[in-house]
T-cell receptor, first 116, second 110 residues
Framework: NAGVMQNPRHLVRRRGQEARLRCSPM?????VYWYRQLPEEGLKFMVY????????ESGMPKERFSAEFPKEGPSILRIQQVVRGDSAAYFC??????????????FGPGTRLTVL | GQQVMQIPQYQHVQEGEDFTTYCNSS?????IQWYKQRPGGHPVFLIQ?????EVKKQKRLTFQFGEAKKNSSLHITATQTTDVGTYFC??????????FGTGTRLTIIP
């Protein structure tokens, strides 16, 4: 059973460009979460999605950031007009269920975004 | 929103010494999970505790969930260099999504 896949693993963008980060959840998982991790810091929740629905985007910046999880294909985190402060590791996690039932989250290897 | 606090933020121990990290919430948790992230790696699920006062062991690691289900601890006996990394607790408040603690970074002095 393949784990959570993320690509690219490393992404370099210049200021003002767009960054697209992709996440394919584990087979059988319909819940996807995106986290951002700055160097030497903890995990910051960004957004939680199910297929075709954004469930919770309370951690997502209001501008330039968007996320989707279409019926077919991977979940995508999109950052428009990147700035240096967007440089971070972005982790995707997936789970089979969600909520208080104990949704173990399985993390992908992350995408390291560097903005020049 | 609900928060899960973790202490200490950093811990440096001599190889062979014990290590403990603590996780606290002001509100009762439905359950608590622990994850480990190696340097340069991604978080990996270690264990889940559900019952009040529950204790689980994985080799040299002992996990506890407090009686009031508001705190938890992870204790590592006789640390080894392979234990290096950041340990995160994560809890559920009711049926809400998982909330991660701030993490404790463990470094081992050989």
């Amino acid at each position: 059973n393949a784990g959570v896949m993320q690509n690219p693993r490393h992404l370099v963008r210049r200021r003002g460009q767009e960054a697209r980060l992709r996440c394919s959840p584990m087979k059988g998982h319909s819940h996807v979460y995106w986290y951002r991790q700055l160097p030497e810091e903890g995990l910051k929740f960004m957004v939680y999605l199910q297929k075709e629905n954004i469930i919770d985007e309370s951690g997502m910046p209001k501008e330039r950031f968007s996320a989707e999880f279409p019926k077919e294909g991977p979940s995508i985190l999109r950052i428009q007009q990147v700035v240096r402060g967007d440089s971070a590791a972005y982790f995707c996690a997936s789970s089979r269920i969600s909520g208080g039932g104990g949704d173990t989250q399985y993390f992908g290897p992350g995408t390291r975004l560097t903005v020049l | 929103g609900q928060q899960v606090m973790q202490i200490p933020q950093y811990q440096h121990v001599q190889e062979g010494e014990d290590f403990t990290t603590y996780c606290n919430s002001s509100t009762t948790l439905s359950n608590i999970q622990w994850y480990k992230q190696r340097p340069g790696g991604h978080p990996v699920f270690l264990i889940q505790l559900v019952k009040s006062g529950e204790v689980k062991k994985q080799k040299r690691l002992t996990f506890q969930f407090g009686e009031a289900k508001k705190n938890s601890s992870l204790h590592i006996t006789a640390t080894q260099t392979t234990d290096v990394g950041t340990y995160f607790c994560a809890g559920h408040f009711g049926n809400e999504k998982l909330t991660f603690g701030t993490g404790t970074r463990l470094t081992i002095i050989p």
